[in-house]
């Protein structure tokens, strides 16, 4: 079986890729494969029983067409300065252009035309001034929020157009590993269910996200592909009620704030805000349980979530920064028995952990119901637990009452980006015929910046063939 390009993983990148060969009438013979369920298939039996049954072989939530993103909270994130450091590689300017271009074709596949976060009046000038007062800096980013629902009925109408339009896409089939033949790409090693095949392409697009950062990790190491180690996140899911968030909600949607706190001055940022949603749980292949957030469409909550993410960049001699993330979420899963933890501000500072009997008496309800009172503290590298209260106390400045006793910390919160590919502005690798694109390239973070990514290796993909 030989194809024109062979596309791994089915999240926004690889989707992009094929859209845009399809809408430029290539012609080419595509392929994608995807490891998780069609987009029409993926359920998550917690909204059943009430608790996370640890599917096999794969969560749900993270794998499927339209990647971890889409089932999260599907924001898109419509500037350039938010998203990673794609621009860096291909130019600030040409990078929003292909973001503007993209943002069509998501509304052309029924996304919402209201944009949320472009609000102008006193009301955003008094956020910055306590922004710039607490140190902080706030990042204008006009948000298109699809909401989680409304995700899953957007990208099955993407996913139905792509199989209308030739593309052949393998579920539940798993790359292992890539074919190199006189130093070129040429081909993947495939396990489909009980059966494993070679499967050989002209070009071959690694786009796996976050979920197969460690995995791309490896490929690159057996193979040569040139890389150097990347960044990981490292942070919690903080909850207040919607009282506390309501200036910040009404007038930005989500509040894009970064911060250098002392001692160390690491680069402290909040992501992933979520008006009136919900705390939830994910689970990654060596069952490593993380929590997210999710903002729904029609259905909301009481409460706000966000990120707080300490980013953590390594040297010589170490170059596993994947691998110390994982070990953080494992002792933090150890301590919950599995589940997600749970702890109140006000805990942390006292030096003791939340009981459950004193969650239950709070003004502020877990909205992960399963999420176990404990002590964060325990499993939190110092480093990272100094930045995050440092960064919550500047929080307190722009939003009064952010750093309430009763706001709820859960863990682990972690981002896993992979070990940076090294490429040129054609996306080209140093392996011929390889290319690596979204999270999985190291190069960007959200559903925008990847999809733009996509749409950009489309291109160059139909230049290489004139």
């Known amino acids: 079986m030989n194809y024109d390009v062979i596309i791994?993983?089915?999240?926004?990148?690889?989707?992009?890729?094929?859209?845009?060969l399809i809408k430029k009438q290539s012609g080419k013979k595509i392929l994608m494969i995807e490891k998780g369920k069609p987009v029409d298939r993926r359920h998550c039996p917690k909204a059943e029983v009430g608790y996370c049954v640890q599917c096999k072989p794969n969560c749900a939530i993270?794998?499927?067409?339209?990647?971890?993103g889409a089932f999260s909270d599907g924001k898109l994130s419509l500037s350039r300065e938010v998203g990673g450091d794609f621009p860096s590689l291909v130019g600030e300017d040409f990078?929003?252009?292909l973001i503007d271009y993209t943002d069509k074709i998501y509304l052309e596949f029924g996304a919402d035309t209201k944009v949320e976060g472009i609000y102008e009046g006193d009301e955003i000038k008094l956020i910055r001034k306590r922004a710039i007062k607490a140190g902080l800096k706030l990042v204008d980013c006009p948000i298109r929020h699809l909401g989680t629902e409304k995700a899953q009925q957007l990208y099955l109408n993407i996913q139905d157009y792509l199989l209308d339009h030739g593309v052949e896409i393998l579920f539940e089939s798993e790359c292992e590993n890539i074919l190199l033949e006189n130093g070129r790409c040429c081909g993947v090693y495939v396990k489909e269910r009980s059966t494993q095949r070679t499967i050989t392409g002209e070009h071959i697009v690694i786009a796996t996200g976050r979920r197969g950062a460690d995995w791309l990790e490896k490929v690159c190491a057996e193979n040569g592909i040139a890389h150097q180690p990347g960044t990981v996140d490292i942070g919690v899911r903080v909850e207040c009620r919607n009282e506390i968030m309501e200036l910040i909600n009404k007038v930005l949607y989500e509040g894009k704030l970064i911060g250098y706190p002392k001692p160390w001055k690491n680069?402290?940022?909040?992501?992933?805000?979520?008006?009136?949603?919900?705390?939830?749980?994910?689970?990654?292949?060596?069952?490593?349980?993380?929590?997210?957030g999710h903002s729904y469409k029609d259905l909301k909550s009481s409460?706000?979530?966000?990120?707080?993410?300490?980013?953590?960049?390594?040297?010589?001699?170490?170059?596993?920064?994947?691998?110390?993330?994982?070990?953080?979420?494992?002792?933090?899963n150890m301590l919950g028995a599995g589940h997600i933890l749970v702890q109140r501000y006000g805990d942390i500072l006292d030096g003791k952990r939340t009981w459950a009997k004193e969650l239950s008496q709070s003004n502020i309800q877990?909205?992960?119901?399963?999420?176990v009172a404990g002590d964060i503290t325990a499993a939190m590298p110092y480093r990272a637990m100094t930045n995050i209260i440092e960064f919550i106390k500047m929080l307190d400045e722009v939003v009064p009452g952010f750093a309430s006793d009763e706001t709820l910390?859960?863990?682990p919160e972690l981002k896993f980006y992979s070990n940076k590919v090294k490429m040129d502005q054609n996306l080209n690798t140093n392996i011929k015929g390889l290319h690596c694109l979204g999270d999985s390239s190291g190069w960007t973070r959200g559903l925008m910046m990847a999809s733009a990514m996509g749409v950009l290796m489309g291109r160059k993909l139909l230049e290489e063939e004139k």
């Open 303 to 332: 409460n706000t979530n966000l990120a707080i993410l300490v980013s953590h960049n390594f040297t010589e001699p170490f170059n596993q920064p994947i691998a110390y993330a994982q070990k953080v979420g494992e002792l933090t």
């Open 62 to 68: 993270t794998t499927g067409f339209s990647g971890a």
């Open 267 to 292: 680069k402290v940022r909040t992501f992933c805000q979520n008006p009136g949603g919900f705390v939830a749980q994910e689970n990654y292949d060596n069952y490593l349980a993380v929590v997210n």
């Open 95 to 97: 990078a929003q252009e």
């Open 409 to 411: 910390l859960y863990s």
């Open 366 to 371: 877990p909205t992960l119901k399963d999420a």
């Open 8 to 20: 791994i993983g089915a999240g926004p990148a690889g989707i992009f890729t094929a859209l845009e």
